[in-house]
């Protein structure tokens, strides 16, 4: 999940977050509707008139790109994929699945569902558009008639051919079917994605260069889809060189953990605070983990605060996703941690839920370099009696 983002509830079982950013999304179409569109086309209605139907517009464009979104999500649980959840921000919605598809013809009919979704949007707005004009007059029609299009304009361009967009998917779930190697196919998807970006910012350079302004956003998602393709480029490597590990294999085991009742004054007495560590699973007194606090987080407490605040009331909670079992797949985790470079950590648990180590972004550097040298990941592979990665770590880094 993004920072910052709130949860909202839950439609048919799947999660919502809103994170911050889709606000200025909706100020700007709302505004772009009431301000530009509308009364343009239909100069001297009232002023309030525009806005009313603007923010609904833009509101139901929003759903719209839910409803996009829940289609991608609902078809990948008939397909046996769990979701996460589904995340709106500031380029629409954002479906996180927890694993991925398995096989081509999943990954083809996930990766469709949200461009069908919004076609059929699009279509039927339209339709509805024209069917009602003599009812309701023509405002209402040219709004029908923005959301048909820019519902159009989504499935279109959802349907360019590069990961992560939905044509991306599209593209691997392709060339996986014909070569049968998921990885490489989703390696060209991805070299598709980071080429695509290229186009789009040079294409909105251009736009910004002939018509002044319009180009920015253009470039805005030319570049937020290189990076993102990039991720997916990264998660393909790792995924290739981490194999078949696990999470037990990577993780720092037994790692220093800050009690949820303790007071920051006393965390920071305990010998906890003197280890070297700067980020630190938080727990119950059950053992069980339940949020995450850095160092960074401490410092801003004020000194005479830190007698009366508890651990507890300063961590971030952890999310249900960062939590897993040590026979989680090490690629698996992978994603997670690289879709989100401001994860701190993942929290290992036992059967009972008992913390019993932690998965860092530095641990799967080290797990990805070392595989990448022909070494074990464990320091003492042949140490009599050490259970499934609970041999010594010598040190995280
Ligand atoms: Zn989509």
Redesign the pocket.
């Known amino acids: 999940m993004l920072r910052g983002a709130i949860p909202a509830g839950r439609i048919a079982g799947i999660r919502i977050s809103v994170h911050w950013s889709l606000l200025p999304t909706l100020a700007l179409l709302a505004s772009l509707l009431s301000l530009s569109i509308l009364p343009v086309h239909f100069a001297g209605r009232p002023v309030l008139l525009y806005w009313i139907i603007g923010t609904v517009a833009a509101t139901g464009f929003i759903l719209t790109l839910v409803a996009?979104?829940f289609a991608?999500s609902l078809v990948a649980r008939r397909h046996g994929v769990s979701v996460d959840r589904v995340t709106l921000w500031l380029l629409g919605?954002m479906?996180e699945l927890r694993e991925e598809p398995p096989d081509p013809k999943a990954d083809l009919h996930i990766?469709l569902a949200?461009?069908i979704t919004s076609l059929l949007i699009g279509v039927v707005s339209l339709v509805v558009a024209f069917a009602v004009e003599q009812v309701t007059g023509p405002l209402v029609t040219a709004a029908l008639v923005w959301l048909g299009t820019a519902n159009l304009i989504v499935a279109i361009f959802?349907l360019l051919p590069g990961a992560p967009?939905?044509g991306g998917r599209v593209l691997r779930a392709v060339l996986w079917h014909r070569s049968g190697d998921r990885l490489a196919a989703a390696t060209s998807a991805a070299r598709s994605g980071r080429a695509l970006g290229l186009v789009l910012i040079l294409l909105g350079g251009a736009q910004a260069n002939v018509f002044g302004s319009g180009g920015i956003w253009l470039m805005l998602l030319g570049w937020f889809l290189r990076s993102a393709a990039h991720v997916e480029l990264m998660t393909a490597s790792a995924r290739h060189r981490l194999g078949d590990l696990h999470v037990a294999d990577a993780m720092t085991p037994t790692p220093v953990a800050a009690a949820a009742g303790d007071t920051v004054e006393e965390f920071l007495a305990s010998k906890a605070s003197s280890s070297h560590h700067r980020i630190f699973p938080v727990v119950d007194p059950d053992v069980h983990p339940v949020g995450v606090i850095t160092l960074s987080d401490l410092a801003r407490t004020t000194p005479a605060a830190r007698r009366r605040t508890t651990i507890g009331s300063l961590a971030r909670t952890l999310p249900d996703a960062d939590i897993v079992t040590g026979d989680t797949l090490l690629a698996d985790v992978t994603r997670a941690v690289l879709l989100r470079p401001g994860l701190d950590l993942i929290a290992v648990v036992d059967s009972e839920q008992h913390l019993t180590g932690i998965v860092t972004a530095t641990d799967l550097v080290r797990g990805c370099d070392r595989t990448a040298l022909g070494l074990s990941l464990r320091d003492h592979p042949t140490m009599p009696g050490s259970g499934s990665g609970s041999s010594s770590s010598g040190g995280p880094d």
Request: proline share 9%; hydrophobic share 20%.
């Open positions: 996009h979104e991608h919605g479906s990766a949200g461009p959802n967009l939905d």
